[in-house]
């Protein structure tokens, strides 16, 4: 976040605050596991389960081209 303010690229904010999401959900995820581990068994376990990969790749490289277009 210092880099962000100081060593200033223009969108270096959604990358910040992207990482900042990401951290967060991970944390939040980890404090509620018992919760968080009863719907994801719900997701794998679904037929649409492909629909929530194509999704997940999509955004990772969503995410990985605006990190390479930003810095």
Known sequence: MVATIF?????GWVV???LTALSC???DHVFRWERH??????VV????VWQVDCLLLLAGTA???LALLVY
């Not at 581990?37 to 719900?42: E, T």
């Open 45 to 48: 376990s679904s037929q649409n």
């Open 25 to 27: 959900l991970s944390l």
């Open 63 to 65: 995410f990985v081209v």
């Open 37 to 42: 581990r009863q719907r994801m068994l719900k």
């Open 7 to 11: 060593q200033y690229r223009p969108w």
């Open 16 to 18: 910040t605050g992207s």
